[in-house]
T-cell receptor, first 112, second 118 residues
Framework: GESVGLHLPTLSVQEGDNSIINCAYSNSASDYFIWYKQESGKGPQFIIDIRSNMDKRQGQRVTVLLNKTVKHLSLQIAATQPGDSAVYFCAENNNAGNMLTFGGGTRLMVKP | ETGVTQTPRHLVMGMTNKKSLKCEQHLGHNAMYWYKQSAKKPLELMFVYNFKEQTENNSVPSRFSPECPNSSHLFLHLHTLQPEDSALYLC?????????????????FGPGTRLTVL
């Protein structure tokens, strides 16, 4: 029979609006976090990272916020564009080597 | 272009076939990874190679056999696969600190090989 796909949370925004994608991580020992963007037919692409000694980091049109108290990570995209449509993954390194643990992903859909 | 290339991009194989996936990184990194991404599950780590040595085998069935001849190349040899092995296989690389692992190892991914097992 046909496979059932993984159900991804979906965020739908209007072009030009700001987007906020959230991620809850599990390990309080994690000290490094990354956001990846994956477009259809491509591999995950690095967007921005943050270390645990910071609570905010800004890139070009993107900002990552880290709240260690509640183990929450967010990615803010300013002035969202159609090219931002993709699946976004957060990943954490739990300070036990070079392995990353990935979240399930959020699908961002930008309406023109 | 991330500096990590994978071939082939698409592969269809029968359950009795033997095939290999190839990954090459042009970033000068010393660690390479195989991941499986299927429609049913989030990104799953399969194998990790640090300095050409396998340091992680995440309970992967023996029908998947990795090979890392040098720090720039990584292979995944496939034999007697099952239809449920159909997925996107992603390779990644990173630069690990000389202490054997660091908490700031950004991994850069290739485009993946879309594998279909009939």
């Amino acid at each position: 029979g046909e496979s059932v796909g993984l159900h991804l949370p979906t965020l739908s925004v209007q072009e030009g609006d700001n987007s906020i994608i959230n991620c809850a991580y599990s390990n309080s020992a994690s000290d490094y976090f990354i956001w990846y963007k994956q477009e259809s037919g491509k591999g995950p692409q690095f967007i921005i990272d943050i270390r645990s000694n910071m609570d905010k980091r800004q890139g070009q049109r993107v900002t990552v916020l880290l709240n260690k108290t509640v183990k929450h990570l967010s990615l803010q995209i300013a002035a969202t564009q159609p090219g931002d449509s993709a699946v976004y993954f957060c990943a954490e390194n739990n300070n036990a080597g070079n392995m990353l643990t990935f979240g399930g992903g959020t699908r961002l859909m930008v309406k023109p | 272009e991330t500096g990590v290339t994978q071939t082939p991009r698409h592969l269809v194989m029968g359950m009795t076939n033997k095939k290999s996936l190839k990954c090459e990184q042009h970033l000068g990194h010393n660690a390479m990874y195989w991941y499986k991404q299927s429609a049913k599950k989030p990104l799953e780590l399969m194998f990790v190679y640090n300095f050409k040595e396998q340091t992680e085998n995440n309970s992967v069935p023996s029908r998947f056999s990795p090979e890392c001849p040098n720090s720039s190349h990584l292979f995944l040899h496939l034999h007697t696969l099952q239809p449920e092995d159909s997925a996107l296989y992603l390779c990644a690389s990173s630069q690990v600190g000389l202490a054997g692992g660091g908490s700031t190892d950004t991994q850069y991914f290739g485009p993946g090989t879309r594998l279909t097992v009939l």
